[in-house]
């Protein structure tokens, strides 16, 4: 029997699917049986509008009027749909309302009127174009060199280099293919132009993803229809907005989003630094639950390693390192690199400024985005960051005082082009500053280097994480929560086994010393990173160790880069890497340091994966990681899924096996699949939000709270913390507080009873390093 659900309900939990060419929408459609058996209440997939071909994540949307075809199309996302309504599920779908993939503009029909007809095109305002600067053409970033105009060929009415096609406006076909290009409204130039010539505004620094102007009501009708459509006749449910800081407004996107949806549950995929809030009043569920992940991952790290991981970092990299300026100037590296047309452009908008000459009014905004604390602003929220970004640079660099005195005032312009085009920069700055820079040049402890996260603070105390998610439970309770997205550096089990070197620093940093004497490379603190990953995902294949590495010295783009690679550096990389596999001796001694390290990883697992799902909020499940995944960054995260073995193991659990914490992930699966049905069964029972304290002497070692509501009890997380310092010390007589009576593990179905002193850690954790309770 079909049950349709409620369109307008929020989730009780999302299952994260990556809906490509290799996993069309019918394949989704035949896992929608594991997903309710799981317990989640949606599938949340990966946009699905027409995107460019061969593309593996969708965000290059060239067509917002169609399904994915290769995906599935129109038809696939019905059967996906009646699939889900069939066992009582919802969807959530990831849009992308910011950018338009324009890599091959016959491709992407907008974008090709838009280079046929120029500014006449009917779709001009839909892109934001600097026609002026271009002497109103728009700047194509294509050519292997400024020489390669005398390789264009007009074919078929079309202007050709080598495989790329370009239209042509009428009556320009005439003459050489250099005289037919000079006539067009766009102009191919030498790839390296894009640094500082374009004139359209880009995701981050990729040439062939062209920004949108949602702003305007007509652009956002015309890219918004399927979806409204889509979510009117109640095959979505939900949804998820892909980048909103590179929107002007993103406050007026969301509230026309939220009035045209009928207010459905959406949240933004907003990156928040730690301490940071969404704005007060956006009509937003919350964010994609990046803040979350750090929280998680903090609680999880004992700093008590830190003094050790930073001596072997100053060792390694020659000199203690400061990660502020570290970001500072791999920042500033963005704004006079990649990011350089957007630095320009925002010059160009801002005009002359009385006394202040060009050059001193670039290297300004340079350096007041290279210092913002924030990925943006949304003036008038977020002026307090203008403010103390302009005073720090001051002070940092008087002989900019002038330019920063006339740029303040204009920056702080509520929704002037000057103010807006500084906000929608400063993300992009950010990203790739940071995320994509500083996070791969900083080795000194890799698990915090993660998307939401602050590698320079070394863990948190459980009292902090408690704090955390009393906020979180007042201000955004039905935000999204995660641990892996296709995102993350690394997956959540990934990090839950790096975390155990800061209770092993020593141990790590004498197992690192010799891997570096054994298979030196020149760059230390990359070579210290690459160990720390292979090490967090071993074992693993020869191709996804070497991909990651080239990954990653690339992206530090201290010693090689994308653009300009160091063969022979590259090659010594290379060997060490391949020394994991070939060296006898390097590979006795990875498997022993990770045989060492597995059953605590495991612990931190399923810690952190009972907390993220027991969490305030609506808790993700990334694609397969019911079961450990040890993934890297993208796309290594992208791998399929074995869903077979999944729903084997689920069928066995069900059938009453408590399974060991062992390499099989079945405990995983135990904890996520019963957590999952209760939110699901019992809403009821995660209501509120209060810390549960725990006595004795492994007490450190707990994290626990009661999800019930005010005067109630709810459904009781209890976990395991710092589990190498817990195995030499033991449980002794911990307790944990909770009021007298017979308790049930809802993992285990282990039934205890509390006295006056609470619940015995060392019962309550026989079984598992998790408990999840709840009173009878």
């Given at each position: ?372 604390d924030v990925y943006r602003s949304y003036l008038p929220d977020g002026r307090e960051h203008l403010d103390a970004t302009v005073a720090a640079v001051r002070e940092r660099r008087p002989d900019l005082t002038a330019a920063l005195d006339a740029l303040h005032p204009v920056l702080a312009s509520a929704g002037t082009e000057a103010a807006t085009r500084f906000e929608q920069t400063s993300g992009p700055v950010m990203a790739k500053g940071v995320e994509d820079s500083a996070y791969y040049r900083w080795a000194r402890f890799a698990m915090l280097n993660e998307v939401g996260g602050d590698p320079a603070r070394f863990g948190s105390s459980v009292e902090e994480f408690h704090a955390a998610q009393a906020h979180r439970l007042e201000r955004k309770p039905l935000a999204m929560t995660t641990l892996s997205t296709h ?105 022993a340091f990770v045989e060492r390290i597995a059953l605590p990883g495991w612990s931190n697992s399923l810690t952190q994966k009972l907390v993220q799902l027991t969490l305030p909020g609506v808790p993700d499940v990334y694609q397969g990681t019911e079961l450990w995944d040890h993934s890297l960054v993208d796309p290594d995260n992208r791998r399929p899924v074995d869903y077979d073995l999944r729903r084997q193991l689920l069928g066995r659990l069900d059938e009453g096996w408590v399974p060991p914490v062992d390499e099989t992930g079945a405990a995983k699966l135990l904890v996520v699949s019963r957590v999952l049905r209760l939110r699901r069964d019992s809403p009821e029972l995660f209501a509120g939000y209060t810390p549960v304290t725990a006595t004795g002497p492994a007490a450190q070692h707990v994290v626990a709270f ?71």
């Amino acid at each position: 029997m079909t049950s349709t659900p409620d369109r307008r309900a929020v989730p009780t939990a999302t299952y994260r699917l990556q809906v490509t060419a290799d996993f069309t929408l019918d394949d989704a459609a035949a896992v929608v049986d594991h997903l309710a058996a799981l317990g989640v209440s949606h599938a949340y997939s990966s946009p699905l509008l027409r995107s460019a071909a061969g593309s593996t994540h969708g965000y290059d949307t060239v067509d917002h009027e169609h399904v994915d075809e290769a995906r599935g199309g129109r038809e696939g996302l019905d059967r996906l749909v009646a699939a889900l309504h069939e066992r009582g599920l919802g969807l959530v779908l990831d849009l992308v309302p910011n950018h338009m993939g324009v890599a091959d503009p016959a491709e992407a029909p907008w974008w090709w009127d838009v280079l046929q007809h120029g500014r006449d095109s009917q779709h001009a305002a839909a892109f934001d174009i600097d026609w002026d600067f271009g002497g109103g053409k728009v700047r194509l970033p294509v050519l292997g060199s400024a020489d390669d105009l005398e390789k264009l060929e007009v074919v078929d009415g079309e202007l050709r280099y080598y495989d790329n096609r370009f239209p042509l406006a009428p009556g320009t076909e005439q003459g050489t293919p250099q005289e037919v290009h000079a006539r067009q409204n766009y102009e191919l130039v030498d790839w390296r132009r894009a640094d500082a010539d374009l004139n359209y505004r880009r995701f981050f620094a990729i040439n062939t993803l062209a920004g949108l102007r949602a702003e305007d009501s007509e652009v956002f009708a015309a890219t918004h229809r399927l979806v409204l459509e889509l979510v009117e006749s109640g095959a979505v449910d939900g949804l998820r907005i892909d980048h909103p800081d590179g929107l002007a407004d993103p406050r007026a996107y969301l509230e026309r989003l939220a009035r045209l949806s009928g207010d459905r549950w959406t949240v933004v995929e907003k990156i928040l630094e730690p301490g940071e809030d969404l704005p007060e009043g956006w009509a937003t569920a919350g964010t994609t639950g990046y803040d979350a992940l750090s929280e998680v991952d903090q609680v999880l790290v004992d700093p008590a390693g830190e003094a050790a991981l930073t001596a072997l970092d100053t060792e390694l990299a020659g000199a203690p390192v400061d990660y502020a300026q570290l970001v500072h100037d791999s920042k500033r590296e963005v704004t006079d690199g990649i990011l350089g047309s957007e630095v320009n452009r925002l010059v160009r908008v801002i005009g002359e400024l009385p006394g202040v000459e060009t050059a001193q009014q670039t290297e300004a905004l340079a350096e007041l985005l290279a210092s913002f604390d924030v990925y943006r602003s949304y003036l008038p929220d977020g002026r307090e960051h203008l403010d103390a970004t302009v005073a720090a640079v001051r002070e940092r660099r008087p002989d900019l005082t002038a330019a920063l005195d006339a740029l303040h005032p204009v920056l702080a312009s509520a929704g002037t082009e000057a103010a807006t085009r500084f906000e929608q920069t400063s993300g992009p700055v950010m990203a790739k500053g940071v995320e994509d820079s500083a996070y791969y040049r900083w080795a000194r402890f890799a698990m915090l280097n993660e998307v939401g996260g602050d590698p320079a603070r070394f863990g948190s105390s459980v009292e902090e994480f408690h704090a955390a998610q009393a906020h979180r439970l007042e201000r955004k309770p039905l935000a999204m929560t995660t641990l892996s997205t296709h995102d993350t550096k690394r997956s959540e089990d990934t990090r839950a086994r790096l975390a155990v070197l800061a209770e092993l620093p020593d141990e790590w940093a004498g197992l690192v010393r010799g891997l570096l004497d054994r298979h030196p490379l020149p760059d230390r603190p990359l070579a210290h990173l690459v160990w720390q990953n292979l090490v967090g995902a071993w074992p693993l294949s020869r191709e996804r160790a070497q991909a990651f590495a080239e990954k990653a010295a690339r992206e530090a783009g201290l010693s090689t880069t994308w653009t300009d690679q160091d063969e022979a550096f590259e090659a010594q990389l290379h060997a060490m890497v391949d020394a994991a596999f070939d060296d006898p001796a390097t590979t006795a001694e990875l498997d022993a340091f990770v045989e060492r390290i597995a059953l605590p990883g495991w612990s931190n697992s399923l810690t952190q994966k009972l907390v993220q799902l027991t969490l305030p909020g609506v808790p993700d499940v990334y694609q397969g990681t019911e079961l450990w995944d040890h993934s890297l960054v993208d796309p290594d995260n992208r791998r399929p899924v074995d869903y077979d073995l999944r729903r084997q193991l689920l069928g066995r659990l069900d059938e009453g096996w408590v399974p060991p914490v062992d390499e099989t992930g079945a405990a995983k699966l135990l904890v996520v699949s019963r957590v999952l049905r209760l939110r699901r069964d019992s809403p009821e029972l995660f209501a509120g939000y209060t810390p549960v304290t725990a006595t004795g002497p492994a007490a450190q070692h707990v994290v626990a709270f009661d999800r019930g509501a005010e005067g109630s009890e709810g459904a009781v997380t209890v976990a395991t913390r710092l589990p190498v310092g817990l195995a030499r010390s033991g449980w002794g007589d911990t307790a944990v507080a909770l009021p007298t009576g017979a308790w049930r593990d809802v993992l285990t179905g282990e039934r205890l009873v509390s006295d006056a002193a609470g619940l015995r850690a060392d019962a309550v954790l026989a079984a598992l390093p998790v408990a999840l309770l709840v009173h009878e």
